[in-house]
């Protein structure tokens, strides 16, 4: 088992509509998560964090984490064709800020 | 501010052919991660380093990859001998390591292909 899953996707939806991506991990003892944004052929780059239980709002991105099911999600609102990328879960795994990532979600928004 | 900046940026080399990636982190980070990308693995951690020290070099996929960091501002990662199955985008990240942000500043990628 890997040590964070996520699906492949592609996941496609219109513009205007809610992206709702997921990811699962394995490590019960893990604290922190993030998502990573990365457009085609550019290197991936920080868009939201999340340390506790429940959901933490910025903009039009919601990060939700349930630590009981290793679960962490990202919601997109109002999405826009500019969305379209792939998003990367990864979990924080020791000290040095050492990231474990998923092998993404590709977003496709579509006008 | 210059960012991660890596060398180069595209790679083309023939089976058996010794490869070098290179690195210049941003100044004042002392932490440095390489991680190697492809479709079917996705952004897997080969090696990190603290103040120019390997820390854990556990996903380094063989001794036929290396990796060294002989100062804060440069770092190498090399493989002698390349095969196909080496072909990947190749990125290195650094970030300051004294708070656990989980901000990883990215370098643009080295896409290496091994024929």
């Known amino acids: 088992q890997k040590e964070v899953e996520q699906n492949s996707g592609p996941l496609s939806v219109p513009e205007g509509a809610i992206a709702s991506l997921n990811c699962t991990y394995s490590?019960?003892?893990?604290?922190?998560f993030f998502w990573y944004r990365q457009y085609s052929g550019k290197s991936p780059e920080l868009i939201m964090f999340?340390?506790?239980?429940g959901d933490k709002e910025d903009g039009r991105f919601t990060a939700q984490l349930n630590k009981a099911s290793q679960y962490v999600s990202l919601l997109i609102r109002d999405s826009q064709p500019s969305d379209s990328a792939t998003y990367l879960c990864?979990?924080?795994?020791?000290?040095?800020?050492?990231?474990?990532f998923g092998a993404g979600t590709r977003l496709a928004v579509h006008p | 501010d210059a960012g991660v900046i890596q060398s180069p940026r595209h790679e083309v080399t023939e089976m058996g052919q010794e490869v070098t990636l290179r690195c210049k982190p941003i100044s004042g980070h002392n932490s440095l991660f390489w991680y190697r990308q492809t479709m079917m693995r996705g952004l897997e951690l080969l090696i990190y380093f603290n103040n120019n020290v390997p820390i854990d070099d556990s996903g380094m996929p063989e001794d036929r990859f290396s990796a060294k960091m002989p100062n804060a501002s440069f770092s190498t990662l090399k493989i002698q001998p390349s095969e196909p199955r080496d072909s990947a985008v190749y990125f290195c990240?650094?970030?300051?390591?004294?708070?656990?942000?989980?901000?990883?500043?990215f370098g643009e990628g080295s896409r290496l292909t091994v024929l």
């Open positions: 490590d019960r003892g893990s604290q922190s």
């Open positions: 999340i340390y506790s239980n």
């Open positions: 990240a650094s970030t300051p390591s004294d708070t656990n942000t989980g901000e990883l500043f």
């Open positions: 990864a979990v924080l795994s020791g000290g040095y800020n050492k990231l474990i």
